[in-house]
C-alpha cells in the first residue's frame, strides 16, 4: 500500500485558506449580531418622522437631523447594510410614516462582488414597496384631509 505523502508548503496553504475561512466565519456572525442589534433597536422607536434617511454606513454615520435641524428627520441607516437585508426591515421605514424617503444602498453589495443588475433589481423592490405603502397611505390621508377642510 502507498504512503500518503503531503507536502509541507500544501499543509501550510491548507492552514492558511482554513484560518481565513473560520476568521471570515466569525466575522460575518459578528456582523449579523451588530446588524440584528440595531434593527431591534430602530422597531423600539415608534416615533413619526417627515424624512427618513435609510442606507447603509454612509447614511448611519450622517448627522442629518443636526444638518437640517428644522427638518423632521430619522436615521435608519446601518453599517454593513446590503440591499437584501434593507427589503427586511422596510417596516422601519413605513412605521415613521415619512413624505420622504432617501435610500442610499448599493456599495457594501458591489464590494462584494453582487453584480449591478442584481442591487438594480432589489432596489427596484424597496421602490416598488415604497409606493404601495405611499398610495394607500395617501389615499387614507386625503380623506382625512378632505374631510377636515370642507368648509362648513
Known amino acids: 500500500m502507498p504512503k500518503c505523502f503531503i507536502h509541507p508548503s500544501a499543509a501550510l496553504i ?3 485558506i482554513l484560518s481565513i475561512l ?4 466569525l466575522a460575518m456572525r459578528f456582523e449579523n449580531a451588530a446588524w440584528q442589534a440595531k434593527v431591534d433597536e430602530f422597531r423600539q422607536f415608534k416615533g413619526h418622522a417627515d424624512i427618513v434617511m435609510f442606507g447603509d454606513s454612509l447614511t448611519a454615520s450622517g448627522h442629518w437631523q443636526e444638518m437640517f435641524p428644522k427638518l423632521s ?3 435608519r441607516g446601518i453599517s454593513g447594510e446590503r440591499v437584501g ?4 426591515r422596510l417596516d422601519q421605514i413605513t412605521a415613521a410614516q415619512p413624505r420622504l424617503v432617501f435610500i442610499m444602498l448599493g456599495i457594501n453589495d458591489i ?3 453582487t453584480s449591478p443588475d442584481d442591487v438594480a433589481a ?3 423592490k424597496i421602490i416598488d414597496r415604497w409606493r404601495m405603502w ?3 397611505s395617501s389615499s387614507r390621508r386625503c380623506s382625512r384631509t378632505a374631510r377636515s377642510t370642507t368648509p362648513r
Open 14 to 16: 491548507f492552514g492558511a
Open 22 to 25: 473560520l476568521v471570515t466565519a
Open 73 to 75: 428627520i430619522i436615521n
Open 85 to 88: 437585508s434593507a427589503l427586511l
Open 111 to 113: 464590494r462584494r462582488s
Open 122 to 124: 432589489s432596489y427596484g
Open 134 to 136: 405611499r398610495a394607500s
